[in-house]
């Protein structure tokens, strides 16, 4: 695994981390964490024993958004104002990487630190974490974490959330009940539940994940009737796939599944 100077990137089996690794600022993403995130999803993707990947924070805190006293040393040149694509390439879903990941938020999640919970496929967190949008208490506005977190989470615990700005925090159990967070355990058990939710889904064929994983982030972009027709194209396009038959046939054998590359492919589509 490559270094990196503000996070922890480690694979055990099939479970890839990505740590946050700025304590001392609660891991606030700074310059050469935003440089470095893209590289570390790359890495963890490319990484064929890799199926699950965990992300949480080092220390006391999961993170706090953009660093705001780096923010306040600098204004944001051209290039920085450029597409939002290119511009933010925090999370998995931004950098298009499709193997299953856990958030696992310790402490305090606060603004740009949402991005990972909106953009995670299951958040759990410990009974002290507490989240937060201080966006606009700061003098900035508050768009793209609350547009990601309103397909999961009703719509006025979001914008309350981003209006009321530092004011109000979102404990561990009210994340629980408005959907934010699919499970809360003791702040001590945190790490090893992530990583003992990421080895069951392991179990699966990493194929399928991928497939089942995109079909349903790639719904919210369509309406219902093009969401059911893009999910039956990826659907069709797994029948190709080694895996498509492996399943079955390890199940009526009574025997482990012997999974194959996500990329192999199989001689002859089923009909």
């Known amino acids: 695994m490559a270094r990196f100077e503000t996070l ?3 694979r055990d089996g099939p479970v890839g981390t990505v740590t946050l690794n700025r304590p001392d600022r609660l891991n606030a993403i700074d310059g050469a ?12 993707d490319d990484d064929a024993q890799v199926v699950v990947i965990v992300v949480t924070g080092a220390g006391r805190g999961f993170c706090t958004g ?20 290119s511009q933010v390439r925090l999370t998995a879903i931004h950098c298009a990487v499709w193997k299953p990941v856990i958030t696992a938020v310790n402490g305090v999640c606060a603004g740009g630190g949402l991005h990972f919970v909106a953009d995670s496929d299951i958040t759990i967190c410990g009974e002290s974490a507490t989240f937060l949008d201080p966006h606009v208490s700061v003098g900035q506005v508050s768009a793209l974490e609350p547009i990601g977190l309103v397909r999961r989470v009703p719509f006025e615990v979001v914008m309350r959330m981003a209006l009321m700005g530092r004011e109000e925090r979102l404990d561990a159990d009210t994340a629980l009940r408005c959907g934010l967070v699919s499970e809360v355990v003791a702040d001590d058990r945190l790490q090893q539940r992530a990583r003992e939710l990421a080895g069951r889904i392991a179990h699966s064929s990493p194929a399928a994940l991928r497939a089942t994983k995109r079909a349903l982030w790639e719904s919210l ?7 059911l027709e893009n999910g039956w194209q990826i659907l069709q396009d797994h029948y190709r ?8 046939r390890a199940f009526a054998e009574g025997r482990p599944p012997r999974w194959a590359s ?10």
Do not use: N
């Open 241 to 248: 796939h080694p895996d498509f038959e492996e399943g079955p």
């Open 221 to 227: 972009d369509h309406g219902l009737g093009e969401a």
């Open 33 to 44: 964490m935003g440089r470095e995130l893209p590289a570390a999803w790359k890495q963890l």
């Open 8 to 10: 922890l990137v480690e």
């Open 66 to 85: 953009l660093d705001v006293r780096e923010r306040a040393r600098a204004t944001p040149s051209p290039e920085q104002r450029g597409d939002l694509h």
């Open 262 to 271: 996500p990329s192999a492919t199989r001689s002859a589509a089923a009909p």
